[in-house]
T-cell receptor, first 114, second 111 residues
Framework: EAGVVQSPRYKIIEKKQPVAFWCNPI?????LYWYRQNLGQGPELLIRYENEEAVDDSQLPKDRFSAERLKGVDSTLKIQPAELGDSAVYLC????????????FGSGTRLTVV | KQEVTQIPAALSVPEGENLVLNCSFTDSAIYNLQWFRQDPGKGLTSLLL?????REQTSGRLNASLDKSSGRSTLYIAASQPGDSATYLCAVGANAGKSTFGDGTTLTVKP
């Protein structure tokens, strides 16, 4: 079974530029999460999807961040414009049932904004 | 708001030693608790998942316990090996689908 696939693995951009991250969850996993992890800290939830519906986006900085999950499968997280403080690892995770089965994480995208 | 603390932030032990990693949380009304391992530059790998109705889970040399009343979970690693060196994080599920992560304990096992 393929795991959670994320791309790209690394991204370096200049501030004020746009950037997008892509995630393909485990087949059949209805719940998809985007997390941000700063160096030396645990992941923090940005947005959670149940199928194609965003059910928790309270921590998503909506002035510059957006996300979509068309057809309830893969998802894209976008930042526009990027700021220096956005440098972090962006992790995607999925689960079969919300919380019950636990999470499976992708390898993440390491973003560096210069 | 759930707060999750992992102490110590870093731990160094000689190979072969048994060790315990700690995770404490402030709200005992949890749904589940999951332990993860994270290698440098990698994503999180699930180690053990404990549902709120369970007291412990075991997998190989790993044993995780849960005490909701005291707001604590421990991860026991038996006969540690250099390959166990990584950062270990716990995630506390307060309700279905919403979890709070600790900042992790970075373990170094010296040969």
């Amino acid at each position: 079974e393929a795991g959670v696939v994320q791309s790209p693995r690394y991204k370096i951009i200049e501030k004020k530029q746009p950037v997008a991250f892509w995630c393909n969850p485990i087949s059949g996993h209805n719940t998809l999460y985007w997390y941000r992890q700063n160096l030396g800290q645990g992941p923090e939830l940005l947005i959670r999807y149940e199928n194609e519906e965003a059910v928790d986006d309270s921590q998503l900085p909506k002035d510059r961040f957006s996300a979509e999950r068309l057809k309830g499968v893969d998802s894209t997280l976008k930042i526009q414009p990027a700021e220096l403080g956005d440098s972090a690892v962006y992790l995607c995770a999925s689960s079969l049932v919300p919380g019950a089965g636990g999470y499976t994480f992708g390898s993440g995208t390491r973003l560096t904004v210069v | 708001k759930q707060e999750v603390t992992q102490i110590p932030a870093a731990l160094s032990v000689p190979e072969g030693e048994n060790l315990v990693l700690n995770c404490s949380f402030t709200d005992s009304a949890i749904y589940n608790l999951q332990w993860f391992r994270q290698d440098p530059g990698k994503g999180l790998t699930s180690l053990l998942l404990i549902q709120s109705s369970q007291r412990e889970q075991t997998s190989g040399r790993l044993n995780a316990s849960l005490d909701k009343s005291s707001g604590r979970s421990t991860l026991y690693i038996a006969a540690s090996q250099p390959g166990d060196s990584a950062t270990y994080l716990c995630a506390v599920g307060a309700n279905a689908g919403k979890s709070t992560f600790g900042d992790g304990t970075t373990l170094t096992v010296k040969p």
